[in-house]
Nanobody
Framework: QVQLVESGGGVVQAGSSLRLSCAASARTLSNYVMGWFRQAPGKEREFVAAITWTGGRTYLPSSVKGRFIISRDNAKNTVYLQMNSLKPDDTAVYYC?????????????????WGQGTQVTVSS
């Protein structure tokens, strides 16, 4: 029902910024929560940010709050993750996710659609 394609990843130095995009193909996203997760080698999938499509309410963990900003463009069916002041610990594959039965935005099992991911590498 929902197809997600991430883009915008790359290799950057610590302290720099990147803007990730997630283009969604769906009939409607009005009932969805859109999320960003990341996974580094040998680590569990980690919640990064989420936003409700209709209301635009955002959720971010303390690890990225103040550095990352999640937003969406309803007309373009696209969600963005602006990442500032990047750190080496931010290195991971970043995945866009969508769910229409999200009770806990930080739990990846609450999302039923996932993109293929985009690699973000931050060097020191």
């Amino acid at each position: 029902q929902v197809q997600l394609v991430e883009s915008g990843g790359g290799v950057v130095q610590a302290g720099s910024s990147l803007r990730l995009s997630c283009a969604a193909s769906a009939r409607t996203l009005s009932n969805y929560v859109m999320g960003w997760f990341r996974q580094a080698p040998g680590k569990e999938r980690e919640f990064v940010a989420a936003i409700t499509w209709t209301g635009g309410r955002t959720y971010l963990p303390s690890s990225v709050k103040g550095r990352f900003i999640i937003s969406r463009d309803n007309a373009k069916n696209t969600v963005y993750l602006q990442m500032n002041s990047l750190k080496p610990d931010d290195t991971a594959v970043y995945y866009c996710a969508a769910g229409d039965r999200v009770w806990n935005t930080a739990n990846p099992t609450n999302y039923n659609y996932w993109g293929q991911g985009t690699q973000v590498t931050v060097s020191s």
